[in-house]
């Protein structure tokens, strides 16, 4: 039971303390918050999130901004983030140090399909950043492996220098029925993974389209070029989603900055399936 | 033992192609290897041949004057390198390197191309299976060109 | 509820009603004359109406003319809504203070005063009917609204004269008030009377209604046939049409419409039409600090899909173009609107006509839109032998 949610304000951010902020690549951070006043003591945290939920994440007098929660749905007792610093507000909450508040509001959105995903193979695609939104993906998948068939991680990145959780990258390769393939745009003579953009790794994988799930989340045009290749690889649209993103300033659905069309990606999504994103995802300046 | 008629009718770019055409194939056809480190081919080198990739890894380079040697794209097992046996003027226009023990089939390209004179069937089959490959690889050469990553462009 | 039958107040009862608001507790709030324009203000007194006054509007233009009567509701609707007190134009979300590492979140804003709106017209009640279903009706609800719109005490009126920028009978939205108010007035006023019929719709209204002790309990049935013929001579005034047949397709399946090209060459992006549309709702956060960085606010306000920024992702925004920010506004109103939310968007109320700098009509672009639809705009083929 989310036994204090009802009384926290959804417009209010609640206080959270820095544990930890990692240097992930030149500009982008992992940052671990903890709640505050944990209770400890009665097992319950309100950090239940469904993987593929955001957070608002408010910086003292600067702004706030939507984050994917990219942390362990299991540890309860923190919320995980991974902010690619862009802009003044990303900069100050990547430059946090160890004990400082952030504010927090949400979780807020849908959750990849992971009830549908159960007793099929997981095909995670992540482009950039867009990893960070699939992690909790692949922690659920890895610690309830009975409940999953193949686990396939296929991510794509700028250059080898851009690449997200390497370590963990090889550790998960490591793991029993799942595939992990990386490739960069850019490679370096000292690379000496795959080169080519993301969609160039389907030629490395088995799909079997019929029992397979396929989750991607990265740049809007890299899911474009995604899904069409799945779609011709045989998956049905309605078996891959999409992490949508657009402007948002309240998350609740009240603002009117994310409308896509006649959704909301703050509240119908952020996560839509290709079926219902398809008709739109072609029209320019939608 | 495997003979290279069935090598060549199992690997993914053949896949679909009756056996008379298969067996018309396999007379052009040798079996290589490749050490790690080794170039395959050079840029300007004449083309006379190409390869279905059965293992290893094979990446496709560039050189610029005051520049690194740019890495383009990478190929691996099931797929095939190098079509420029196909069209005039028969030279390579990039290094393949392989980035690790590499084994394929190579086809000679003067008879394929002799063959596919002979049999246009045998060509179209060809040059379908190429037309899909350039598609393909143009389509992630657009993707890559748009430099999805990047931060700050308008 | 029982059936409310019409009674009759007269004007000196109509000073009352205010003054008995005031006694219950309400702010009253209604029309007023200022900056040449009628808007919505604290009310006082009768005489804080807009006593005599009328507005001449047409496309991009609104003016105040003096009527030849004194009657207090002889106007149309001018550039305000009801929003202006529901879903203020600028709000203060939070305030907070440093303490060390951490912050507190100060919520110690003052309650909004229960309000009694005096004036409001059917457009505007199902405005505030189509917020109602934004604001609180969805997945979340704003608590702001919730605080403002709770208790309001409505006084609805209905048209007697129409503007020619009014299209309410093409929305289903008046000229007669329907839905939740407490009161309802038509005002009837010539040949030396001046009078309203008034009706209770609900019980907080009866029992205003009771305390205020009408001049006839019960109107007689020539008088609520007069003021029924004032409503319908509203109605039949309104010349402006917009055909709602099918729109949500009609505009979903014209997202390439050369009128969009030709619309974004009128229009100035100004927000002219979102800041006046009753039903707008789109805000923005703006975060401020003092200089210490000690004491920090968040304040929510207006914001509109005209603006460059509202579509702004990292590296650019998604709708650059002035066309494309039409087309989401006006597809939003009266298209996606019923996907979200099941009705449309816009009530008719004509103010984004009124108030557009350089009158560009909503029911006109539709039209445009209808009269040839995509599938004859497209590029047609040649027939085989190349002549056409």
């Known amino acids: ?286 | 033992m495997e003979t290279l008629e069935h090598i060549i009718a199992e690997h993914p770019f053949f896949a679909g192609l009756e056996s008379y055409y298969t067996n018309l194939l396999t007379g052009c056809a040798t079996n290589v290897r490749f050490d790690g480190g080794t170039y395959i081919f050079k840029e300007g080198e004449e083309a006379n041949e190409f390869y279905l990739i059965r293992a290893g890894r094979v990446a496709l380079e560039i050189f610029a004057p005051q520049r690194k040697p740019i890495m383009l794209a990478t190929l691996g097992e099931g797929e095939i390198l190098g079509w420029s046996w196909l069209l005039p003027p028969y030279q390579w226009k990039l290094h393949a390197h392989a980035l690790e023990p590499v084994r394929a089939i190579a086809l000679d390209g003067k008879c394929l191309r002799a063959k596919c004179e002979q049999n246009h069937d045998l060509g179209y089959e060809v040059l379908k299976r190429f037309a899909r490959i350039v598609e393909q690889r143009l389509e992630a050469t657009r993707l890559q060109l748009l430099d999805v990553y990047a931060v700050g462009r308008s | 509820m029982a059936t409310r039958t019409p009674a009759l107040l007269t004007l000196e009862q109509i000073e009352r009603l205010v003054l008995l608001l005031h006694g219950r507790g309400y702010q009253v709030v209604g029309p007023t004359v200022r900056d040449g324009a009628i808007v919505y203000d604290v009310v006082e007194k009768l005489s804080d109406l807009p006593v005599g006054w009328t507005d001449e509007q047409e496309a991009g233009r609104y003016r105040l003319r003096r009527r030849n009567d004194e009657a207090l509701f002889g106007y149309v609707v001018g550039p305000q809504s009801w929003k202006k007190y529901l879903h203020p134009a600028e709000v203060r979300l939070l305030t907070a203070e440093r303490s060390g590492h951490t912050f507190r979140i100060l919520n110690n804003e003052p309650a909004p005063p229960r309000r009694a709106f005096l004036g409001v017209r059917a457009c505007e009640l199902a405005a505030i009917a189509v917020q109602d279903r934004v604001l609180q009706g969805d997945r979340y609800g704003d608590p702001i609204y919730a605080a403002r719109r709770e208790g309001i005490f409505i006084v609805a009126v209905n048209c007697t004269q129409a503007a020619p920028t009014c299209f309410c009978t093409s929305m289903g939205t008046g000229p007669r008030v329907r839905g939740a108010f407490e009161l309802s007035l038509t005002e009837l006023v010539g040949l030396g009377k001046h009078e309203f019929v008034v009706e209770a719709g609900s019980d907080a209204g009866a029992e205003v209604l009771a305390e205020l002790a009408p001049a006839q309990a019960v109107a007689s049935q020539a008088t609520c046939q007069e003021a029924e013929a004032a409503v319908e001579r509203a109605a039949s005034q309104i010349q402006r049409r917009l055909d709602t047949t099918g729109i949500r397709d009609l505009l979903y399946s014209n997202f390439d419409h050369p009128r969009w090209d030709n619309v974004a060459q009128r229009c100035l992006t100004c927000a002219n039409c979102t800041m006046v549309c009753p039903t707008c709702f789109c805000t923005t956060v703006e975060d401020v600090s003092d200089v210490t960085g000690t004491h920090a606010e968040r304040w929510r306000k207006w914001d509109s899909c005209f603006t460059q920024n509202f579509s702004y992702i990292h590296g650019g925004s998604v709708r650059s173009s002035a066309k494309s920010r039409y087309r989401q506004w006006m597809t939003h109103k009266l298209a996606s609107w019923i996907d979200q939310f099941g009705s449309s968007g816009c009530v008719g109320c004509g103010r984004c006509i009124t108030w557009c700098p350089v009158g560009i009509d909503i029911t006109e672009e539709v039209r445009a839109i209808r009269e040839s639809p995509a599938s004859s705009s497209q590029v047609r083929k040649e027939s085989s032998h190349g002549n056409p």
């Open chain 1, 1 to 286: 039971m989310m036994a204090t949610a009802a009384t926290v304000d959804p417009m209010l951010p609640q206080p959270y303390s820095v544990r930890q902020v990692v240097k992930e690549t030149s500009d982008t951070f992992t940052l671990t918050l903890e709640p505050p006043a944990l209770e400890p003591s009665s097992g319950v945290y309100r950090n239940r999130f469904q993987p593929g939920q955001f957070s608002m994440l408010w910086v003292f007098g600067v702004g706030e901004l939507p984050i994917s929660i990219s942390g362990d749905p299991a540890a309860r007792d923190r919320l995980v983030y991974t902010v690619r610093s862009v802009g003044q507000a990303t900069q100050t909450l990547v430059s946090c140090e160890v004990g400082d508040a952030v504010g927090v509001r949400g979780p807020f959105g849908t959750g990849w399909p992971m009830q549908q995903a159960q007793g099929r193979d997981v095909i995670v695609i992540a482009g950039g950043i867009g990893l960070a939104p699939l992690r909790p993906v692949i922690y659920e998948v890895l610690h309830n492996r009975e409940k999953y068939g193949r686990l396939v991680i296929l991510y794509g990145a700028r250059s080898p220098h851009d690449l997200l959780y390497r370590r963990e990258l090889t550790a998960w390769a490591r793991q029993r029925e799942t595939q992990v393939l990386a490739t960069v745009d850019y490679g370096g003579l000292n690379w000496h993974g795959n080169v080519g953009v993301v969609t160039t790794l389907f030629k490395y994988v088995r799909l079997q389209p019929t029992r397979s799930l396929a989750f991607a989340c990265g740049p809007e045009i890299m899911m474009r070029f995604v899904a069409r290749d799945l779609e011709t690889n045989g998956l049905a649209r309605e078996n891959i989603y999409l992490s949508m993103e657009r402007n948002m300033k309240c998350a609740l659905g009240f603002c009117g900055h994310c409308q896509y069309g006649p959704h909301f990606i703050c509240k119908d999504g952020p996560i839509f399936s290709y079926d219902r994103m398809r008709p739109l995802l072609e029209k320019y300046e939608l």
